[in-house]
């Protein structure tokens, strides 16, 4: 596998994305997304925020050992991304893009 000068993957591991994309979906019946940032509204420092959203786009909970879990999973195949912007992953197909829209609340 080709390597760009700072030893990350020229090209993304999409075995590993789709594996992670079954662990969250197994992990959270029901969501088709999930969006992962490090700004939690409820904290004044950096904090994994989880948003999970199902396929109609209707939140679905997540207890907060499950958003915490699920963020850093997140983090950890996309290291080198920018987290104070929220990223979105989606489940049915093991994309993961930038997200446009910044939603405070809960």
Do not use: C, N
Not at 6 to 29: G, N
Not at 55 to 81: F, H, K, N, Q, Y
Not at 84 to 95: E, G, K, S, V
């Amino acid at each position: 596998m080709l390597a760009t000068p700072s030893d990350t993957l020229a090209y993304p591991d999409t075995a590993r994305q789709r594996r992670l994309a079954a662990q969250l979906a197994s992990m959270i019946p029901g969501a088709a997304t999930i969006r992962v940032s490090l700004t939690d509204p409820a904290q004044t420092w950096p904090h994994p925020h989880t948003v999970a959203k199902d396929a109609g786009g209707a939140r679905v909970e997540l207890s907060r050992t499950t958003a915490r879990v699920a963020a850093r999973w997140i983090m950890r195949v996309w290291p080198d991304v920018t987290w104070t912007r929220p990223h979105t992953f989606d489940l049915a197909t093991a994309t993961f893009t930038s997200s446009d829209f910044v939603g405070r609340g809960r």
